[in-house]
C-alpha cells in the first residue's frame, strides 16, 4: 500500500499532466527564459488558510530553485488584503505553477474555514466535528488534512483502516450480530487490529450493537430527541457517533444530546474555496 507521501506526489504528478500537458504555451511565448520576479498570495476573504505547506510542496515540485517565504502559518485565521506568502524564481516557474497551487489551497482553505464553523458551535461541549469518505477522488488525503486544520477530526481515511458495519452490511450480513462477529473473525485472521463502528437505525438495533461490543455505535438519521435517549442507553458502553443531514443550524442540539461525535459530508463534499489570488509582487 502507498504511504501518505506517496500519494500525495502521485496527486500533483496527475495535477501538473492536465494542466501543462506538453507545456504552457502561452508563458514559454511571452515570457523570456531567465526572466526573474515575485509573486504573493493574496487572501481576498475571511477564513482559516489551509495548504501552504502543500503549495511549498507544489512549488518544490515543479522547480526546485523557487524561494518560499511564509508569513501566515495553516490554521491562522486570515481576512482581505492579508499576504500569505511570497514565492522568488523564475517567472515562468511561478505562472506555470500558479494554478495548481491556488486550487489546492483555495479549495483546502474552504474546507478548513467551514470546519471551524461547525466546531465553534460545539463550544463548550466535549462533541467533536469528523469528516466523512464524501472527498473529491484524489484530493481526499489534502481535504482530510484541511478539517484538522480546520479543529475537526478525521473519521478513517478509506475502506481499510476502521470496521464500519453500515446498514448494507447489516441487512446482506442478517443482522448486527453476525456481522459483528463475522467481522472479528475475520481480523483475527488477518493479523488486524481495527476498531469496530456499527450503523444502527433504531432501539433495537442500538441493544445489538451494544450487546455486540461495537466500539463506537453511529446513530442514523436520528432527531435530536431521539438522540438524547439513544446516549442514555450506550452511554459508557461505546463511542457515540450522530449522522445523516445534520447541518449547521442543529448541529448543537446534537452536540448537547451528549454525541462524542457528529460526522457531517459537507465538509468536504459541497464547500465552498476561499478566495485568493498569486498576483505579481515585483
Do not use: W
Not at 490554521?75 to 505562472?95: I, N, T
Amino acid at each position: 500500500m502507498k504511504t501518505n507521501e506517496q500519494l500525495i506526489d502521485d496527486l500533483l504528478t496527475l495535477a501538473f499532466a492536465e494542466d501543462i500537458g506538453d507545456g504552457d504555451h502561452t508563458t514559454l511565448s511571452t515570457i523570456p527564459a531567465d526572466a526573474r520576479g515575485c509573486q504573493r498570495l493574496i487572501i481576498k476573504e475571511e477564513g482559516i488558510i489551509a495548504g501552504v505547506e502543500i503549495a511549498r510542496r507544489v512549488f518544490e515540485r515543479l522547480d526546485p530553485d523557487l524561494k518560499m517565504t511564509v508569513y501566515i502559518n495553516d490554521g491562522s485565521r486570515v481576512k482581505p488584503g492579508d499576504v500569505a506568502f511570497e514565492v522568488e524564481g523564475a517567472v515562468r516557474s511561478l505562472l506555470i505553477a500558479e494554478r495548481t497551487m491556488l486550487n489546492i489551497m483555495q479549495r483546502m482553505s474552504g474546507i478548513a474555514t467551514t470546519t471551524a464553523r461547525y466546531q465553534d458551535r460545539l463550544a463548550g461541549l466535549k462533541t467533536k466535528v469528523l469528516d466523512t469518505r464524501k472527498t473529491t477522488p484524489g484530493m481526499r488525503l489534502l481535504e482530510k488534512e484541511a478539517v484538522k486544520i480546520g479543529g475537526g477530526m478525521n473519521h478513517r481515511i478509506g475502506l481499510f483502516d476502521m470496521i464500519l458495519i453500515k446498514d448494507n452490511h447489516v441487512d446482506f450480513a442478517g443482522g448486527i450480530p453476525q456481522a459483528v462477529a463475522s467481522a472479528r473473525e475475520y481480523l483475527k485472521a488477518k493479523g488486524k487490529d481495527l476498531r469496530i463502528e456499527v450503523e444502527v437505525r433504531n432501539t433495537p438495533e442500538i441493544i445489538q450493537a451494544i450487546e455486540a461490543k461495537a466500539d463506537r455505535i453511529m446513530l442514523d438519521n436520528f432527531t435530536p430527541e431521539a438522540t438524547a435517549e439513544a446516549v442514555k442507553l450506550i452511554a459508557g458502553r461505546a463511542e457515540i457517533e450522530s449522522s445523516g443531514g445534520i447541518t449547521l443550524d442543529t448541529l448543537r442540539a446534537y452536540g448537547e444530546a451528549g454525541v462524542d461525535f457528529i460526522s457531517v459530508g459537507a465538509l468536504t463534499h459541497s464547500v465552498k474555496s476561499l478566495d485568493m489570488s498569486f498576483k505579481a509582487a515585483r
